[in-house]
């Protein structure tokens, strides 16, 4: 079982930058696929990056090439590195931890599959 806090949210102008973090507790955390999902006020929750167990990654098409997901195993952190923010990054970002799941693309869009969650952190981004 997994317990995880994530923080390092913030107000930032548009083109800023911001790193998100994300410390777990537990046992078995290199055992676990991590990803940080967010939500926006009326939208539904939707995945932003995913790393698996091996560091093999993944990202949404909207956030590709502005973020970067990474995790340090000895802290037992997971990090959101996010770039170049704009006003559309704007919402409450939670990481997620799971398994038994096989297709890291997949994961994205199956929030289901993450039996972990941080208590969220919130992002703003003003134009």
């Known amino acids: 079982q997994v317990q995880l806090a994530d923080s390092g949210g913030g107000s930032v102008q548009a083109g800023g930058s911001l790193r998100l973090s994300c410390a777990a507790s537990g046992y078995g955390y290199n055992t676990y696929y991590m990803a940080w999902f967010r939500q926006a006020p009326g939208k539904e929750r939707e995945g932003v990056a995913v790393?698996?167990?091996?560091?093999?990654?993944e990202y949404a098409d909207s956030v590709k090439g502005r973020f970067a997901i990474s995790k340090d195993n000895a802290k037992k952190t997971l990090y959101l590195q996010m770039n170049s923010l704009n006003t559309d990054d704007t919402a409450m970002y939670y990481c997620?931890?799971?398994?038994?799941?096989?297709?890291?693309?997949?994961?994205?869009?199956?929030?289901?599959?993450?039996?972990?969650w941080g208590q969220g952190t919130q992002v703003t981004v003003s134009s």
């Open positions: 790393i698996g167990s091996d560091g093999r990654t």
């Open positions: 997620a931890a799971g398994q038994g799941y096989s297709s890291l693309r997949s994961l994205l869009a199956r929030p289901q599959w993450f039996g972990y």
